[in-house]
């Protein structure tokens, strides 16, 4: 078979044939395998099997993007425009593992995801990484009562403040303090 012969060069065919079988017996020693890979395409079928079945392959899957670290990130950033709202969450999870601060302009753009979900992931990644640059936007956030509903207002509320809050400069803790006062 072609997608076999070829899987070293291109894994992503044949990885995805692997995990749409959802059995971990095959899933978790293509993903050991994997690991073992460089590129753009590996970072596409670990994210690919984030969005599996298998929760031991998604925890593989995050744990490997994660130690990968700054060379993940290129194709992380992209996963912030993904058509699939549950990749963009993955995305900007991951990105605030990595915590690396050239990322905090990508997550600030996203801050405008129309998934309010998308936008907590966002919020919470921001607030790992704890720059500054993030204030205005997650100060914006707080009042982000018109695009939702109460539930899930309160919630992108509640992120934002925990994240100016894990920012922590005399700015953002006003912020939080003169939300919590409304």
Request: proline share 4%; aromatic share 8%.
């Amino acid at each position: 078979n072609e997608i076999v012969k070829n899987w070293r060069t291109d894994p992503f065919p044949f990885f995805r044939k692997v995990l749409d079988w959802y059995d971990d017996q095959y899933e978790i020693p293509a993903l050991r395998e994997l690991s073992k890979l460089e590129g753009d395409r590996v970072i596409e079928a670990l994210m690919y099997a984030m969005g599996g079945y298998s929760q031991n392959a998604f925890e593989i899957a995050r744990d490997e993007i994660i130690r990968r670290g700054k060379t993940a990130i290129p194709r992380l950033v992209q996963y912030l425009d993904d058509n699939n709202e549950f990749r963009r969450m993955d995305a900007a999870y991951l990105l605030g593992k990595i915590a690396d601060p050239i990322v905090v302009p990508d997550l600030i753009t996203a801050l405008h995801d129309p998934k309010a979900k998308v936008r907590s992931k966002v919020a919470e990644a921001l607030g790992a990484l704890g720059d500054s640059r993030a204030i205005e936007s997650l100060k914006r956030m707080l009042s982000d009562k018109a695009q939702c509903d109460f539930y899930v207002r309160d919630r992108v509320c509640d992120i934002a403040s925990k994240s100016l809050q894990q920012i922590g400069t005399p700015e953002a803790i006003h912020a939080v303090e003169e939300w919590q006062t409304q």
